[in-house]
Structures are given as structure tokens and as C-alpha cells.
């Protein structure tokens, strides 16, 4: 897996990353958004524009949020590989880990 989006992007999703994909990967779940860790080509075109610094590339990923590794993977479990992020829209799902979070991204 390339990259990987992490905590500061839990209830935040401003979606620049979205717009700036040229392949699509970034699908949009309950609370965050998440890299299809099979589509991403590694081109790193979304972590520059993330105005919340939370994406980031596998092996770089904060010692504190690379339980987010394994969330990403997860979010993908059930969907598999569904091509595009634009035609399947919004997902209803969060992994664990993102579902026991508190609230975020609101002072």
C-alpha cells in the first residue's frame, strides 16, 4: 500500500485529495476517507493538498496513527476493488477503529 489517509481527516473530509487523484482511489466512508490501497499508484498527488496534513505515504506514516495502515485495508475488505471511487459515492462504513473514535475536526 502507497499511501494512507490518517486521524486528522476523521470528520473533517475536505476532499481536495479527491479532486487532485488522477486514478480515482479515494473513496469517501462514514467519517473519513480512505486510499484503495490496490488502485493508489503511488503518484502522490493528494498528499500535498491535504489542508490537514493527513495523508501520508505507508513507511512515513506518525508511530501514533499507523493503526490507520491497517483501517485503510480494512475499509476495502467488503468493497473489494470496485473501480472508481466516483461511480460507488458515499460508503456508510467505517472500519473499528474509526467507528470508536470520539467526534473530531470541531474546536
Known amino acids: 500500500m502507497p499511501y494512507i489517509i490518517a486521524e486528522p481527516c476523521v470528520d473533517v473530509m475536505d476532499k481536495a485529495c479527491i479532486e487532485e487523484c488522477p486514478v480515482d482511489c479515494i473513496y469517501e466512508g462514514g467519517r473519513m476517507l480512505y486510499i484503495h490501497p490496490d488502485e493508489c499508484v503511488d503518484c502522490g498527488a493528494c498528499e500535498p493538498v491535504c ?3 493527513a495523508i501520508y505515504y505507508e513507511d512515513d506514516t506518525p508511530d501514533q496513527w499507523t493503526g490507520y495502515i491497517q483501517a485503510n485495508v480494512d475499509f476495502f475488505d467488503e468493497l473489494g476493488s470496485p473501480g472508481g471511487a466516483a461511480k460507488l459515492g458515499r460508503v456508510d462504513y467505517d472500519p473499528p477503529l474509526i ?3 470520539p467526534p473530531m475536526g470541531e474546536g
Do not use: I, S
Request: charged share 35%; hydrophobic share 50%; aromatic share 0%.
Open 51 to 53: 489542508p490537514v496534513e
Open 99 to 101: 467507528k470508536a473514535l
